[in-house]
């Protein structure tokens, strides 16, 4: 009777204690959260719904690594049927021995002790993965060998008290527990005492070691297990990679952009504790993989740490569990020279973010700052770092727990420039460039209409000539001005004419879209020159447009409308021209033959999701082999140019769009085909940095279609 009382009161006091720790844990992160900016608009819950269920119980995202992802399937879901199991160890020891009453029990132990094999399994190859075979985006160490230690151990004292309670109980060996079976067969030897105190030993060591995980878990990375879910649910409803409108009116604001911790949105501190450091987002990354020093994952890490601790010091609450055995103390920052030891790229493979990865691993270090003290674009994130992001969004499609990444290097970008002055040379001068003439390279914007006159009489009407127009044809600036984007120009132009299709241009009245001045961080630049293009469009009773730049596409379709462009159409030139060929008003009647391979654009893909258009395109076509890169559709690689980058010189690691030529000639194309004039210049480019211009072409999708139409001449 007394060692029941002890085990009763024990029981509560373990247990009662490690709650209280783990509330503890948890709600101290909750106040750091609390230090952000609180949401702007309403929570819709019912448009989160099919995501939540699709990427946290269907694991959407995590598949896309098929070996992982069933790893990860096997351990998530073995955890919820094993809190059963679990539940009832628990009640076996406190019972005196006797396990739950519930109906179908030898099914239900069979469905552990299963259960229990195949995470022992899923965790002998998640450690395979990382320090058998070496995984360069997973962190080494003893640190991430933790959980899988302590999920192992877990596995091991809840079958061994299995079989030490058959022991105990005096149980026949039976099909519907194979493995306590046997543990219980090779302890036959044993008295019922010594099995009971065998069974009470590892009964303990299992509970002691699951609320030992249940307090690690908000400290640590496993923190996911909570805040992924409801990361996942309150994630945006808007379209994916649109920017915030900052309020450059609010005579309140102290300042613009992320300068200081506090300054992100509390949903982005979420993003921080979200993070499951897999790894996948730095393993997609252009930069990452080309030697650069941003790595997403890392980023996200800092961040969260720099939160941690800064937080910690308003609070006065520690975030560390037992609080006596972790005193708030010194923070992580940036070590002294970081960015003098950049890594160097001494590699031969096409990509490789190894040199990323040790670069942050050895600058990244307990200092003796203190956190409040500490600037956040300096100490936490290196200028390098956020001008080498290109706002491809692949990090985020890779992101499983639906972490954000571009929107944050956007509002320390803001920071930078328009509270410090602070951009890349080249980065100002095209920026300056577009304020003055309209266009980055500071070409007269008188010049903006002079290609229409280089097409051999076909008429470009301007919307002034041709005011009953159908369509609007934006060109954008590099259709303008750029002499190899205006061949794409004309070949659409001329298309347009051939299938019968009632445009018109602006002409001289066209500005640049604010696309490059906005992902560069100046929201003012960008806000006037979309509020001028705004009160055009209504001037001229536009109500369909279609461009030939998925930059300029993404941000008229999915960010002019916050600021009063209403009930107008966007197209891309690939979705007219498809719908075009389609309806018959477009007939391919020469054959190219051409092996060609289709480079993705990351803003019209993974902004817009337009892949398939661009493809059905060439398809069309008489005598295109068409042929996919390794790297394709959602995953493809960017060709360095997004976020600015176009006019920024790359100084650290290889130039990305050579490794995505690289990658474009793995599959032997005669053609490399793109549907961007970003794009377009950045493969050129790359085939002549490999000598292979004279025997492999970079063409636009427009550029292929009017050869088929047309013929080459």
């Not at 195949?118 to 070496?134: F, N, Q, W």
């Not at 996942?232 to 911790?261: H, T, W, Y």
């Not at 003055?436 to 290609?451: C, V």
């Not at 209504?538 to 447009?545: D, E």
């Amino acid at each position: 009777m007394l060692l029941s009382v002890l085990l009763y009161v024990s029981f509560l006091l373990v247990v009662g204690y490690a709650l209280s720790l783990f509330y503890k844990a948890v709600y101290h992160r909750y106040l750091y959260i609390k230090l952000g900016k609180p949401p702007e608009k309403p929570f819709d819950w019912r448009s989160r719904v099919n995501d939540l269920l699709a990427q946290a119980f269907g694991h959407t995202k995590l598949l896309k690594d098929k070996r992982s992802g069933i790893m990860h399937l096997v351990i998530f879901y073995g955890f919820i049927i094993l809190q059963f199991g679990a539940l009832d160890l628990i009640y076996t020891g406190l019972s005196g021995g006797e396990p739950l009453p519930i109906p179908g029990y030898s099914v239900f132990g069979l469905t552990q002790e299963i259960t229990v094999l195949l995470i022992l399994l899923a965790t002998g190859y998640a450690a395979y993965r990382r320090y058998g075979e070496k995984l360069s985006r997973l962190k080494k160490g003893l640190k991430p060998a933790i959980v899988l230690i302590l999920i192992s151990t877990l596995m091991l004292t809840l079958i061994l008290s299995l079989g030490f309670h058959r022991v105990w109980m005096g149980h026949e060996a039976s099909g519907y527990a194979p493995v306590s079976s046997l543990i219980a067969a090779a302890a036959a030897g044993l008295s019922a005492t010594a099995a009971k105190a065998l069974f009470f030993i590892f009964w303990w060591a299992h509970l002691l070691i699951l609320l030992t995980f249940l307090v690690y878990v908000p400290q640590s990375k496993h923190f996911h297990l909570i805040t992924a879910p409801v990361n996942i649910f309150i994630g945006r409803v808007e379209p994916v990679g649109k920017l915030s409108k900052l309020d450059l009116e609010d005579e309140e604001a102290e300042s613009f952009g992320v300068g200081k911790i506090e300054d992100f949105k509390q949903k982005q501190m979420l993003d921080f504790y979200a993070c499951v450091e897999c790894g996948r987002c730095t393993n997609v990354c252009p930069a990452s993989n080309t030697g650069k020093v941003l790595s997403p994952m890392h980023m996200i890490v800092k961040l969260r740490d720099h939160l941690t601790e800064k937080g910690a010091a308003i609070t006065s609450k520690s975030p560390w569990m037992p609080e006596f055995a972790f005193p708030i103390g010194s923070a992580h920052s940036m070590s002294d020279g970081a960015t003098e030891t950049m890594p160097a790229w001494e590699t031969e493979g096409i990509t490789n973010i190894s040199p990323t990865m040790d670069w942050q691993k050895k600058t990244w270090q307990p200092s003796e700052k203190k956190p409040e003290e500490m600037s956040l674009i300096g100490d936490v994130m290196t200028e390098e770092e956020i001008w080498a992001c290109t706002t491809c969004r692949n990090c985020e499609d890779q992101c499983p727990v639906g972490n954000e990444h571009v929107d944050k290097i956007i509002d320390l970008r803001r920071h930078l420039v328009l509270m410090e002055g602070s951009v890349p040379h080249e980065g100002q001068r095209a920026m300056q460039n577009i304020e003055r003439q309209g266009n980055p390279w500071g070409i007269s914007r008188a010049d903006r209409g002079k290609w229409t006159g280089e097409i051999g009489g076909i008429p470009v009407p301007t919307v002034r000539e041709n005011p009953d127009f159908d369509i609007l044809f934006f060109v954008g600036s590099m259709g303008s001005y750029d002499n190899r984007s205006r061949k794409v120009s004309r070949a659409f132009v001329r298309l347009l004419n051939e299938a019968g299709v009632n445009f018109a241009i602006l002409g001289n009245e066209e500005k640049n879209s604010g696309d490059t001045p906005r992902r560069m961080g100046n929201e003012m630049l960008f806000q006037q020159l979309c509020a001028e293009n705004i009160e055009t469009f209504q001037k001229y009773g536009v109500r369909r447009i279609v461009t030939a730049c998925p930059h300029t596409f993404n941000t008229l379709k999915n960010e002019y409308p916050e600021f009063g462009l209403e009930g107008v159409e966007v197209l891309h030139h690939t979705q007219l021209l498809d719908q075009l060929l389609k309806e018959g008003r477009l007939t391919p009647k020469h054959a190219v033959k051409e092996r060609i391979t289709y480079h993705d654009s990351c803003y019209l893909g993974r902004y817009n999701n337009v892949y398939d258009q661009p493809r059905d395109v060439l398809r069309a076509i008489q005598g295109v082999e068409l042929v996919e890169m390794a790297r394709t559709r959602e995953n493809g690689m960017c060709c360095g140019a997004g976020g600015g980058m176009m006019w920024m010189e790359e100084t650290a690691g290889k130039r990305v769009n050579l490794a995505r030529t690289e990658q474009a000639l793995e599959v032997n194309p005669t053609m490399i085909s793109s549907a961007c004039p970003f794009c377009l210049t950045m493969l050129e480019d790359g085939t002549k940095l490999k000598d292979a211009d004279d025997r492999v072409k970079a063409r636009d999708v427009a550029e292929i279609l009017e050869q088929a139409v047309f013929g080459a001449a």
